[in-house]
């Protein structure tokens, strides 16, 4: 691999993709021709970053599940972390209360997940946060969905435990975001990029924040290794 160039550890939604959640054609390159490790971190469950991965064509090394779920293929090497039942037990008692999750009766959104439960943004907040305290739990608001997930676990745990199995240092890394669940690996990375509709606690963790947004900031942001 490229010595020259960082490891890269990348979000997915609002990062590699428009508003409107579709992954930006662009991107799909510098991604497939990246000359070190790829990292696609995400707060989605495994399937979703496996299944980009292996569209890509490249190594399947992934953060799911805001750092839940981590796989490196490398190693061959599963770690899950996090009290899923838990998380499961808040949706019940979130059902109790009248309000579904909001992802309809297959709910793609939560049918995968091992470590947390996702609701739909137009779900009330604040019953859920309460629920999920009385757990033990926190909720993320990632700008695309209310995550109900265990405080011990995020992406920069994720990150460590992917450097782990590596034999990498997090401070290798160049990271880029979007969204306050990505500030934990933008603390570890060796440099932090949020992309320019990233929220606030993105913006104020990153080192570096592009004019561009969405797919388009993340060109930005790897810009000065492709030249």
């Not at 000359?35 to 799911?64: H, N, Y």
């Not at 996702?118 to 305290?133: C, I, N, Q, T």
């Amino acid at each position: 691999m490229d010595t020259d160039t960082p490891p890269l550890i990348v979000d997915i939604d609002g990062t590699l993709t428009d508003e409107n959640r579709a992954i930006d054609p662009h991107v799909m390159p510098v991604l497939r021709e990246w000359p070190a490790r790829v990292v696609i971190a995400t707060g989605k469950a495994m399937p979703f970053p496996i299944a980009l991965c292996e569209f890509l064509g490249i190594e399947r090394t992934v953060v799911a599940e805001n750092g839940g779920v981590v796989f490196v293929e490398a190693s061959d090497e599963l770690r899950l972390e996090g009290d899923h039942e838990a998380a499961l037990a808040v949706g019940e008692a979130y059902r109790d209360l009248g309000h579904d999750l909001g992802f309809g009766q297959v709910d793609l959104a939560n049918r995968w997940r091992e470590t947390e439960l996702v609701v739909s943004r137009d779900r009330p907040l604040e019953p859920l946060e309460e629920l999920a305290a009385a757990r033990g739990l926190v909720v993320l608001d990632t700008g695309f969905a209310y995550h109900v997930t265990d405080p011990v676990v995020d992406k920069g745990t994720g990150l460590e435990a992917v450097c782990a199995e590596l034999g990498l240092e997090p401070a290798e890394f160049l990271a880029v975001g979007d969204s306050v669940n990505d500030a934990q690996m933008f603390d570890l990375a060796g440099e932090a990029v949020a992309v320019a509709n990233a929220d606030e606690t993105a913006l104020e963790r990153a080192d570096r924040v592009t004019s561009g947004s969405y797919g388009d900031g993340f060109l930005e942001a790897v810009a000065p290794y492709r030249e």
